[in-house]
């Protein structure tokens, strides 16, 4: 992946972070959201990488990773799933 397309990428996915927390933050309930997408996204995160002893299929534990799943929550791991199958 060339330099050029690798920054407009995490330009794109920090953009997409930045209106979601603003999103939920300016809602009423804006940080039991926050939280609770937090840990929906860390469960299925940690489900995945349970579930990979069975399927192959696991998603690396790093701050990017449990960035996207903190801020996306399950979507955010769906994701992952998707782009490491499209980049192997």
Same mark, same amino acid.
């Given at each position: #992946?060339? #330099?050029?397309?690798?920054?407009?990428?995490?330009?794109?996915?920090?953009?997409?972070?930045?209106?979601?927390?603003?999103? #939920?933050?300016?809602? *009423? *309930?804006?940080?039991?959201?926050?939280?609770?997408?937090?840990?929906?996204?860390?469960?299925?995160?940690? #489900?995945?990488?349970?579930?990979?002893?069975?399927?192959?299929? *696991?998603?690396?534990?790093?701050?990017?990773?449990?960035?996207?799943?903190?801020?996306?929550?399950?979507?955010?791991?769906?994701?992952?799933?998707?782009?490491?199958?499209?980049? *192997?």
């Amino acid at each position: #992946m060339s #330099m050029g397309l690798k920054t407009a990428a995490i330009a794109l996915v920090g953009l997409a972070a930045l209106a979601v927390l603003i999103h #939920m933050l300016r809602s *009423r *309930r804006g940080v039991r959201a926050l939280l609770l997408t937090a840990l929906q996204g860390a469960g299925a995160l940690c #489900m995945v990488n349970l579930l990979g002893t069975l399927s192959g299929v *696991r998603i690396a534990l790093n701050w990017v990773t449990l960035g996207v799943s903190a801020v996306f929550g399950t979507p955010g791991v769906v994701g992952l799933l998707l782009l490491q199958f499209l980049f *192997r």
